[in-house]
């Protein structure tokens, strides 16, 4: 059991005392999280709930929290990638014990991973819910808690988008009905269904799918709106300002937004918008998966994709894609010579050839282009955007 510690100075030298234990590891991530348990296999996690997670910070509290684990018997493999453990009452008290002398001021930004356990001592038996994980590499995860800990890292900015190993993510997470923010087992609700049904208690589905969505584990910031749940997934990152309308529009998980961004559009999965960008409604951002070869697409800052646009090759700052233009790698766009001359200015680093043909692909990340379809003989156009794209301040 550890001891009472009576002062911080007490407390610095229980956690340099752990840190130089033999074979020690400082941990990427960690983080204590309510586990929703399957209700036909109690052993079956289906979603995991993280008050606080840390991601590479707060090494003094994971010192506590292995420290507590030992206490309890528990042998932490420092060699895994990821260690899970279901916690219980006695290592709260050695968590107590360890934190004494910063219970008192645990509130509100200050210390949370006290504030945690405090929370948990204060709801006596915490059974089987509760569960500590600790991530000592970014490999593919291997538990639903260790996923849940990554997508908690990328929406809240705690990590960069596509900065995060989520190879084999889906293989680990369970397709679940989600009612609420409770998942409930498809096999469980296919047993009980006649019952359930006439007794009146089966319950009202909002989906089935094995990401929840963003709002059931993330309060957004204050000048954030999304007026459609379902429209985010859980591990999308908002950037504050960010608007997400209802339609079309659609956020899937490692992709987001760096700042203000007006949101009418899709967002696929690695796809990342800029600043003072507007994704028009039914805009596609082409993900790894839809057609962009596995290279994950960004979309610079103030940057306009018009209404079902098509954008399938990173794009630069300040451009413009006409409404129901489709932009790919291997879409041929005409560039008359004066046009060129004006975009090789606006991109000085660009090596462009003097031709009047070019495929997308030669054009990646190049500011400052206006890409429309002449209407008298469809082609593919590009031209020296001469205008601003500004999104309204009192929106966002």
């Given at each position: 059991?550890?001891?009472?510690?009576?002062?911080?100075?007490?407390?610095?030298?229980?956690?340099?005392?752990?840190?130089?234990?033999?074979?020690?590891?400082?941990?990427?991530?960690?983080?204590?999280?309510?586990?929703?348990?399957?209700?036909?296999?109690?052993?079956?996690?289906?979603?995991?709930?993280?008050?606080?997670?840390?991601?590479?910070?707060?090494?003094?509290?994971?010192?506590?929290?292995?420290?507590?684990?030992?206490?309890?018997?528990?042998?932490?493999?420092?060699?895994?990638?990821?260690?899970?453990?279901?916690?219980?009452?006695?290592?709260?008290?050695?968590?107590?014990?360890?934190?004494?002398?910063?219970?008192?001021?645990?509130?509100?930004?200050?210390?949370?991973?006290?504030?945690?356990?405090?929370?948990?001592?204060?709801?006596?038996?915490?059974?089987?819910?509760?569960?500590?994980?600790?991530?000592?590499?970014?490999?593919?995860?291997?538990?639903?808690?260790?996923?849940?800990?990554?997508?908690?890292?990328?929406?809240?900015?705690?990590?960069?988008?596509?900065?995060?190993?989520?190879?084999?993510?889906?293989?680990?997470?369970?397709?679940?009905?989600?009612?609420?923010?409770?998942?409930?087992?498809?096999?469980?609700?296919?047993?009980?269904?006649?019952?359930?049904?006439?007794?009146?208690?089966?319950?009202?589905?909002?989906?089935?799918?094995?990401?929840?969505?963003?709002?059931?584990?993330?309060?957004?910031?204050?000048?954030?709106?999304?007026?459609?749940?379902?429209?985010?997934?859980?591990?999308?990152?908002?950037?504050?300002?960010?608007?997400?309308?209802p339609g079309a529009s659609y956020i899937n998980f490692n992709a987001g937004t760096l700042g203000p961004v007006m949101v009418e559009g899709r967002i696929s999965s690695s796809a990342i918008v800029g600043s003072?960008?507007?994704?028009?409604?039914?805009?596609?951002?082409?993900?790894?998966?839809?057609?962009?070869?596995?290279?994950?697409?960004?979309?610079?800052?103030?940057?306009?994709?018009?209404?079902?646009?098509?954008?399938?090759?990173?794009?630069?700052?300040?451009?413009?894609?006409?409404?129901?233009?489709?932009?790919?790698?291997?879409?041929?766009?005409?560039?008359?010579?004066?046009?060129?001359?004006?975009?090789?200015?606006?991109?000085?680093?660009?090596?462009?050839?003097?031709?009047?043909?070019?495929?997308?692909?030669?054009?990646?990340?190049?500011?400052?282009?206006?890409?429309?379809?002449?209407?008298?003989?469809?082609?593919?156009?590009?031209?020296?955007?001469?205008?601003?794209?500004?999104?309204?301040?009192?929106?966002?």
């Amino acid at each position: 059991m550890i001891d009472t510690i009576k002062s911080v100075d007490d407390f610095k030298a229980l956690v340099s005392g752990v840190e130089s234990s033999e074979g020690y590891r400082k941990p990427l991530a960690f983080g204590i999280a309510k586990v929703d348990r399957g209700q036909k296999s109690a052993d079956k996690i289906l979603q995991a709930n993280f008050a606080v997670i840390n991601w590479d910070e707060n090494f003094g509290s994971a010192a506590v929290f292995i420290k507590a684990l030992q206490e309890r018997g528990v042998d932490v493999d420092f060699s895994c990638s990821e260690f899970v453990y279901t916690i219980d009452d006695k290592f709260i008290d050695n968590a107590m014990n360890a934190f004494a002398p910063f219970i008192s001021e645990a509130i509100g930004e200050a210390h949370k991973n006290v504030q945690v356990v405090k929370v948990l001592n204060e709801m006596g038996d915490i059974g089987r819910d509760y569960t500590i994980t600790i991530i000592f590499e970014d490999d593919a995860p291997k538990s639903v808690e260790s996923v849940y800990l990554k997508l908690y890292a990328l929406s809240l900015g705690k990590a960069e988008l596509r900065g995060v190993n989520l190879n084999g993510a889906f293989g680990v997470l369970s397709n679940v009905a989600w009612v609420g923010r409770a998942p409930y087992e498809l096999e469980y609700l296919r047993e009980n269904e006649i019952e359930m049904k006439l007794k009146g208690t089966f319950p009202n589905i909002d989906s089935v799918d094995k990401f929840p969505r963003y709002l059931q584990h993330i309060i957004p910031a204050d000048n954030t709106r999304v007026l459609d749940a379902s429209k985010v997934r859980m591990g999308a990152q908002l950037a504050a300002g960010t608007t997400v309308m209802p339609g079309a529009s659609y956020i899937n998980f490692n992709a987001g937004t760096l700042g203000p961004v007006m949101v009418e559009g899709r967002i696929s999965s690695s796809a990342i918008v800029g600043s003072g960008s507007d994704v028009g409604g039914g805009a596609s951002i082409l993900g790894v998966l839809s057609g962009t070869d596995g290279n994950p697409i960004s979309i610079g800052e103030n940057t306009l994709l018009g209404a079902n646009s098509v954008t399938g090759l990173p794009i630069g700052d300040g451009c413009i894609v006409d409404a129901g233009v489709t932009i790919l790698a291997g879409t041929k766009v005409h560039i008359k010579p004066e046009q060129l001359a004006k975009i090789k200015d606006a991109n000085p680093d660009a090596k462009l050839a003097d031709k009047e043909i070019f495929k997308g692909s030669e054009l990646v990340n190049l500011n400052g282009i206006h890409y429309r379809q002449d209407s008298t003989n469809g082609e593919i156009v590009a031209l020296r955007s001469t205008r601003e794209v500004k999104l309204n301040e009192e929106l966002h």
